[in-house]
């Protein structure tokens, strides 16, 4: 529910407890158990990590703050892990990030020249089970402002590298 923070439960979803550092949270986009004490948790205000199996959530950097949607989350079979935070008119095109560190710390992915231009505000990200190939599907910034009004899909993005560079297939 929106403006309800961070839960988890441990009897299978009977019960639930509010979890501590969900911030100013109020939509969740993604979640990712990495393993079962490093939790990631994506949404409205940014990236959120738990090392306590989601106890406590602390927010994560990315390219020195925490701010901005983190749309999608994934993780490749050898373990690195990639992300998206998207793009607004406010905070600039959407980007994607990688880890190698099991999301402790996190570094700005390249993407390719066409796909900064065509001011793309969501990617949605999908590994494959190679170690090292994934899709993302990048999405248009709407200048329509009205909520109902969604972006329209705009290209398939390719990366063989685990993340770390991006190019526009299609």
């Given amino acids: 529910a929106e403006g309800r923070g961070i839960y988890r439960t441990h009897d ?7 979890c501590s550092g969900s911030g100013a ?4 986009y993604d979640i990712l158990a990495v393993d079962a004490q490093v939790v990631l948790v994506g949404g409205n205000d940014g990236l959120k990590r738990s090392s306590d199996g989601g106890a406590t959530f ?4 990315l390219g020195g703050n925490s701010g901005g949607a983190v749309w999608s989350l994934q993780r490749f079979p050898g373990g690195d892990l990639v992300c998206s935070r998207e793009g ?3 905070a600039g095109p959407a980007s994607i ?8 710390s996190w570094s700005q992915a390249t993407l390719d020249a066409s796909v900064q231009s065509i001011g793309c505000g969501r990617i949605s990200l999908g590994t494959s089970s190679s170690d090292s190939l994934a899709w993302g599907v990048a999405q248009q910034l709407n200048p329509d402002p009205h909520p109902y009004n969604w972006p329209l899909a705009q290209g398939l993005l390719k990366t063989a590298d685990r993340g770390r560079s991006w190019t526009f297939v299609v």
């Fill in 12 to 18: 299978g979803g009977s019960t639930w407890t509010e």
């Fill in 25 to 28: 949270m109020t939509r969740c």
């Fill in 58 to 61: 602390s927010p994560v950097l």
């Fill in 88 to 90: 607004s008119p406010f």
């Fill in 97 to 104: 990030w990688f880890s190698t560190d099991r999301g402790a």
